[in-house]
């Protein structure tokens, strides 16, 4: 059985006649009742395979849209992020400035009424 559904084209023919014979020795089916059962478990496995295969394709053309939408989100955060990094050093560099003015003024004023 497992032959029926996993072998090669070149040995599906024999496959099919072993599983009709099969299936007429131990169910006692008549040979056209026997091959129209294994056509009809051919059939239903070829629709699964191609249901399946169509449910992977939509599956993984999901996956990279998530994953595209992912990268540009990540990609936008990293930027503010950096954005932000430039903000305080600009901020940190002004602060310093402003600061060492006014030290400077206070240090002179103290030597002026010194």
């Not at 629709?47 to 939408?69: H, Q």
């Not at 600009?90 to 002179?108: I, L, Q």
Request: aromatic share 6%.
């Amino acid at each position: 059985m497992t032959r029926l559904f996993t072998g090669d084209s070149s040995t599906l023919a024999d496959n099919r006649q072993a599983v009709v014979t099969l299936l007429g020795e131990n169910q006692g089916m008549n040979e056209a009742d026997a091959r129209k059962t294994v056509v009809g478990w051919s059939a239903a496995y070829e629709e699964l395979k191609a249901d399946l295969d169509l449910a992977k394709a939509k599956f993984e053309l999901r996956a990279r849209e998530m994953a595209e939408k992912s990268a540009n989100t990540l990609s936008i955060l990293s930027l503010c992020a950096f954005a932000a990094f430039v903000l305080g050093a600009v901020s940190a560099t002004m602060g310093g400035k402003h600061g060492g003015d006014c030290a400077c003024k206070r240090a002179e004023a103290d030597m002026d009424s010194a």
